[in-house]
């Protein structure tokens, strides 16, 4: 999920739902005193507390209905309000049942069919079928509804002519009955059953008005919203009480709408938030007041700053069409002069590490050193640019370093300027604001520019397929080779896990060697909870697990 569609990376996301599973304990008889908790086990029902409201900050969304949740604000929201097919656990990313019970593939992974829970409902009272499903997914895929998230449904038969405007449905998704759902793809895709997870792809009641869904959507997860969404303001939802699944522990959650993390960590020291983004050059001041989660994920009382790894990368774009970038040496002599160490230690404190690849830890087949030219070695640089026919950068020109404004990204970049100023390039930091940026980007009007990447769902193909793909429209680098195209369109049709997974570990080792990007730094959580949240899961996706966690008194 690009930043367009993340403002907390400030991109995907993509994205997900989320679940912790709690055990459930008897009660100590009655002439006992009930037994202490033992460390380290999951607490009993009758240790957990009901009810309480959680106060959680969030940014301005840009959408929450599902037909454009793109990015983390939006989507913190519509994952707590809708349920999609399946969901991902919040630390080891397994695929789990939600609105479907069970699925399954054909031998070419080219139909699968999903068997929905029977007896959800929306929040309206209706039931969740098929039909609903089929009825989102076509209302996403026609052009008139300008969704930008359509392309996660892009190997869906019939998503071309939709684009095209020759058909009106996916004929690729058949509704066999009220709760069966089969999908026929355009090719073999065996690891389509973490794309349905992704929060966007939820049902919608097909019989809704749609007349104000956009800021009170009708969902079919464990929260509804309370009110329509007030902008700049808040965004309220309550329990929902005929929830198919658990019965969330808390009442509901109030989204505070902030102008900035500043204001958000002041609110979070005074009382009235419960998780919020800890500011740059506070991080390690608020892990010796509120204490670390030992797992980096879980949060309790003394542990309540998450460290987490992030299914995410920071990396620098390259234009591959600018004369001064076409060759592989000189982008590779830019990536070698870059201490991407003393940019962690000195922008983040330590918490985050450098990046040796595009696909980040935690998602299968991540390879260590996937870029060989991602070390920091000032004098192969050098010898890099020379090889190129620029010895200590005479004649080559002064080039851009582009970001988006109002991020802490110029922090980044005056210090990429330093580094590359030593090996003898000169360059000029231009910064704009965020639409500005995406159009220059788009438009191939940059030399180098900022950007990251998140998880839409956890698996190689995400952080290959649309950023490296020939004609991706997340394709910003320009890059086109061949040989790469191949090789992922064969891994999305590999059923076997292990061979799909070495054709993306080939493919990503090809484009390390062409030093396309420049990977930077993999992103780890920054964020803390109060001394009241208990088993809160603040997932490697940056996403928070609302539906188990509780609130002490």
């Given at each position: 999920?690009?930043?367009?569609?993340?403002?907390?990376?400030?991109?995907i996301?993509?994205?997900?739902?989320v679940?912790?599973?709690?055990?459930?304990?008897?009660?100590?008889?009655?002439?006992?005193?009930?037994e202490?908790?033992?460390?380290?086990?999951?607490?009993?029902?009758s240790?957990?507390?009901?009810?309480?409201?959680?106060n959680?900050y969030?940014?301005?969304?840009?959408?929450?209905?599902?037909?454009?949740?793109?990015?983390?604000?939006?989507?913190?929201v519509?994952?707590?309000?809708?349920?999609?097919?399946?969901?991902?656990?919040?630390?080891t990313s397994?695929?789990?049942?939600a609105?479907?019970?069970?699925?399954?593939s054909?031998?070419?992974a080219?139909?699968?069919?999903?068997?929905?829970?029977?007896?959800?409902?929306f929040?309206?009272?209706?039931?969740?079928?098929?039909?609903?499903?089929?009825?989102?997914?076509?209302?996403i895929?026609?052009?008139?509804?300008?969704?930008?998230i359509?392309?996660?449904?892009?190997?869906?038969?019939?998503?071309?002519?939709?684009?095209?405007?020759t058909?009106?449905?996916?004929s690729?998704?058949?509704v066999?009955?009220?709760?069966?759902?089969?999908?026929t793809?355009?090719?073999?895709?065996?690891?389509f059953e973490?794309?349905?997870?992704?929060?966007?792809?939820?049902p919608?009641p097909?019989?809704?008005?749609?007349e104000?869904f956009g800021d009170?959507?009708?969902?079919?997860?464990?929260?509804?919203?309370?009110?329509?969404?007030?902008?700049?303001q808040?965004?309220?939802?309550?329990?929902?009480?005929?929830?198919?699944?658990?019965?969330?522990?808390?009442?509901?959650?109030?989204?505070?709408?902030?102008?900035d993390?500043?204001?958000?960590?002041?609110?979070?020291?005074?009382g009235?938030?419960d998780?919020?983004?800890?500011?740059?050059?506070?991080?390690?001041?608020?892990?010796?007041?509120?204490?670390?989660?030992p797992?980096?994920?879980?949060?309790?009382?003394?542990?309540?700053?998450?460290?987490?790894?992030?299914?995410?990368?920071?990396?620098?774009?390259?234009?591959?069409?600018?004369?001064?970038?076409?060759?592989?040496?000189?982008?590779?002599?830019?990536?070698l002069?870059i201490?991407?160490?003393?940019?962690?230690?000195?922008?983040?404190?330590?918490?985050?590490?450098?990046?040796?690849g595009?696909?980040?830890p935690?998602?299968?087949g991540?390879?260590?050193n996937?870029?060989p030219?991602s070390?920091?070695?000032?004098?192969?640089a050098?010898?890099?640019?020379?090889?190129?026919?620029?010895?200590?950068?005479?004649g080559f020109p002064?080039?851009?370093?582009e970001?988006?404004?109002g991020?802490?990204?110029?922090?980044?970049?005056?210090l990429?300027?330093?580094?590359?100023?030593?090996?003898?390039?000169?360059?000029?930091?231009?910064?704009?604001?965020?639409?500005?940026?995406?159009?220059?980007?788009?438009?191939?009007d940059?030399?180098?520019?900022?950007?990251?990447?998140?998880?839409?769902?956890?698996?190689?193909?995400?952080?290959?397929?649309?950023l490296?793909?020939?004609?991706?429209?997340?394709?910003?680098?320009?890059?086109?080779?061949?040989?790469?195209?191949a090789m992922?369109?064969?891994?999305?049709?590999t059923v076997?896990?292990d061979?799909r997974?070495?054709?993306?570990?080939?493919?990503?080792?090809?484009?390390?060697?062409?030093?396309?990007?420049?990977?930077?730094?993999?992103?780890?959580?920054?964020r803390?909870?109060?001394d009241?949240?208990?088993?809160?899961?603040y997932?490697?996706?940056?996403?928070?697990?609302?539906?188990t966690?509780?609130?002490?008194?």
């Amino acid at each position: 999920m690009s930043e367009r569609f993340r403002k907390g990376l400030s991109i995907i996301l993509a994205l997900t739902l989320v679940a912790a599973l709690f055990s459930m304990g008897g009660c100590a008889a009655e002439e006992e005193p009930a037994e202490e908790p033992v460390e380290g086990e999951e607490p009993a029902e009758s240790d957990v507390t009901k009810g309480g409201t959680f106060n959680f900050y969030i940014s301005e969304p840009a959408f929450i209905d599902p037909i454009n949740l793109q990015e983390s604000e939006g989507t913190q929201v519509g994952q707590a309000v809708f349920d999609s097919l399946v969901k991902f656990d919040p630390i080891t990313s397994e695929v789990l049942p939600a609105a479907a019970e069970s699925w399954e593939s054909n031998e070419d992974a080219t139909v699968w069919t999903f068997n929905l829970v029977e007896g959800a409902k929306f929040h309206d009272g209706s039931d969740v079928t098929a039909e609903d499903f089929k009825f989102a997914w076509d209302r996403i895929c026609n052009p008139e509804n300008e969704s930008e998230i359509s392309y996660h449904l892009g190997v869906v038969q019939g998503y071309d002519e939709m684009q095209e405007g020759t058909a009106t449905e996916l004929s690729g998704v058949k509704v066999v009955d009220d709760y069966t759902l089969e999908v026929t793809l355009n090719y073999g895709f065996a690891d389509f059953e973490y794309v349905v997870g992704h929060p966007a792809l939820a049902p919608v009641p097909s019989d809704a008005s749609f007349e104000g869904f956009g800021d009170m959507p009708i969902g079919n997860g464990p929260f509804k919203m309370a009110e329509p969404w007030a902008h700049d303001q808040y965004i309220k939802i309550v329990k929902f009480d005929d929830y198919y699944g658990d019965e969330p522990n808390i009442d509901g959650v109030d989204f505070k709408i902030l102008a900035d993390q500043d204001t958000a960590f002041l609110e979070f020291e005074a009382g009235n938030l419960d998780f919020v983004p800890i500011p740059v050059g506070q991080i390690q001041t608020a892990v010796g007041t509120y204490g670390e989660s030992p797992d980096g994920y879980t949060l309790n009382p003394g542990e309540q700053v998450s460290l987490g790894a992030e299914q995410a990368i920071y990396y620098l774009l390259i234009n591959n069409t600018d004369p001064a970038l076409q060759d592989p040496k000189v982008r590779a002599a830019l990536s070698l002069a870059i201490d991407r160490q003393d940019i962690c230690d000195k922008v983040f404190e330590g918490t985050r590490e450098p990046a040796t690849g595009i696909v980040p830890p935690g998602i299968v087949g991540q390879s260590a050193n996937a870029f060989p030219y991602s070390k920091y070695d000032v004098e192969a640089a050098k010898q890099m640019l020379a090889d190129a026919g620029f010895p200590d950068g005479e004649g080559f020109p002064t080039i851009s370093l582009e970001y988006n404004t109002g991020s802490g990204h110029e922090d980044i970049l005056q210090l990429v300027q330093e580094d590359l100023k030593a090996i003898g390039v000169d360059s000029e930091l231009v910064g704009s604001e965020w639409a500005q940026y995406l159009d220059k980007l788009g438009a191939k009007d940059y030399q180098v520019g900022r950007l990251g990447w998140i998880a839409d769902y956890p698996i190689m193909d995400n952080f290959l397929y649309p950023l490296f793909k020939s004609g991706s429209a997340d394709n910003y680098s320009f890059y086109s080779n061949a040989d790469v195209d191949a090789m992922l369109d064969e891994a999305r049709t590999t059923v076997d896990d292990d061979a799909r997974v070495a054709l993306y570990q080939e493919a990503e080792s090809i484009i390390g060697e062409d030093a396309v990007v420049i990977p930077m730094f993999y992103y780890r959580h920054t964020r803390v909870a109060s001394d009241r949240v208990n088993d809160g899961v603040y997932s490697a996706n940056g996403l928070f697990t609302f539906d188990t966690v509780w609130l002490s008194e």
